[in-house]
């Protein structure tokens, strides 16, 4: 063996060895979201992390439900997958779970893909299958914000947006003022997607009549980003498969409040998720022995969506307890705290100051101050906190006793 060789050769077992040592046997995490500063380093001073070193503080951090972590249940399950090839058909996991996700949503159909917006992208191309087609949805919706355009930049086909109302839905009048005639110098319209729930609402069951009723009477097809979609099922009650009975493709995500690693479901029709499959090679989705991670899927759905009404009640708690206070300028819309998000408004003071001082620890020995709250500033006035279900009632109160002694300091009226 020469030299060469011998170093490939070492390098490979190298690598063998790291893998079985770590990831197959999957070992436990060092704390859960309740950890010791000196494991955090992100969007926070130096002073700040020495100050919360020394007073020995825990993060509790509520920026997003992609946060979750797989449970030692789904670990099991991951290290335990029947495999096969996936590409050809063949893994054995991944058609265990696809079917599961089209008989929950009463599709014919099912396609594991890698993420949300890989879901959303195969739908849109999938829909709009002629070039120069158009697409609606809403301006906060996550096609729109947050997946870099790509309708346009990889299926060609324009995105038209309309204003959301305060409750999530947009006016289905403007949507129809929208839609194009057969005049060959416009667009086609084809699609209109919606996002369910959307920063946290559920959307009204009888827009969603409305509007299944206008794409009927319009021959639009319709797609519901479905990405917490089991949260509005819990919230309303209403079974998901009859939420999205009038819609031709939804997508639900596996990775945010149901915790497993990675992945998204489309479902639709046979023909859809057939087209689906094709699209999904070509955008690099097709994956191989993939029902190591199908597996964890399958255990988030029978495990965590039982328990999704827990964080949508630790939600409700937070916002009360902000609310209680009668601070002139912090409130949560109770009108819209349907789920597990908790937009809190901000009228007198920034976003970024209030996010910033929640990961502050003050020197001083007041316990309600001894948490480090992590939160996202989504504008200058738009502060928001997400639950999942690593966050147990015991942080949910160091939350709360955090997020008043902070409103308290910042509000001058409750601090006189």
Not at 36 to 56: D, F, H, L, P, Q
Not at 156 to 168: A, D, I, K, M
Not at 351 to 368: M, P, S, T, Y
């Amino acid at each position: 063996m020469t030299t060469m060789m011998y170093a490939v050769h070492t390098c490979h077992i190298a690598v063998i060895v790291l893998l079985k040592n770590s990831w197959l046997r999957f070992p436990k995490r060092s704390g859960l979201i309740a950890r010791k500063m000196s494991s955090y380093g992100v969007g926070i001073s130096e002073e700040t992390r020495s100050y919360a070193t020394a007073k020995n503080a825990v993060i509790i951090d509520l920026r997003s439900d992609t946060l979750t972590k797989p449970s030692e249940a789904m670990k099991m399950a991951m290290y335990n997958a029947d495999l096969g090839d996936d590409v050809y058909g063949e893994d054995p996991t991944v058609k265990k779970l696809e079917k599961k996700a089209a008989d929950l949503l009463g599709k014919e159909a099912a396609v594991f893909v890698t993420s949300g917006t890989m879901g959303n992208l195969i739908a849109i191309m999938n829909h709009c299958d002629v070039r120069g087609s158009e697409a609606y949805c809403g301006e906060e919706s996550h096609t729109n914000l947050h997946e870099q355009g790509g309708a346009a930049q990889l299926g060609g086909v324009t995105l038209s947006t309309l204003p959301n109302e305060s409750n999530g839905t947009f006016d289905l009048k403007k949507l129809e003022s929208k839609l194009r005639s057969d005049r060959l110098h416009e667009p086609i319209s084809k699609l209109v997607i919606v996002e369910n729930t959307i920063n946290g609402k559920v959307l009204p069951q009888s827009w969603i009549d409305d509007l299944v009723i206008l794409a009927k009477k319009r021959n639009l097809k319709l797609h519901m980003d479905g990405a917490r979609l089991w949260n509005a099922s819990v919230a309303s009650g209403i079974p998901a498969k009859d939420i999205v009975s009038g819609f031709d493709s939804v997508t639900f995500c596996l990775s945010k409040g149901l915790g497993a690693p990675v992945g998204s479901l489309l479902c639709g029709s046979k023909s859809f998720v057939e087209r689906a499959r094709r699209i999904r090679k070509v955008l690099g989705g097709g994956m191989r022995q993939v029902g190591v991670l199908a597996a964890a899927g399958l255990v988030a759905i029978d495990e965590v969506i039982p328990i999704l009404k827990d964080d949508h009640r630790r939600a409700a708690s937070i916002m009360t307890a902000i609310n209680e206070m009668k601070s002139r300028i912090f409130s949560v819309d109770s009108k819209t705290t349907h789920t597990n998000m908790v937009m809190v408004t901000l009228n007198g003071c920034s976003a970024k100051k209030f996010a910033e001082r929640l990961q502050l620890v003050a020197d001083d020995d007041n316990d309600d101050d001894k948490a480090i709250v992590k939160s996202l500033a989504l504008n200058e006035s738009l502060v928001r906190f997400v639950l999942y279900h690593e966050i147990n009632d015991e942080l949910l109160n160091s939350v709360i006793r955090k997020v008043r002694y902070v409103i308290k300091e910042l509000d001058p009226v409750l601090n006189s």
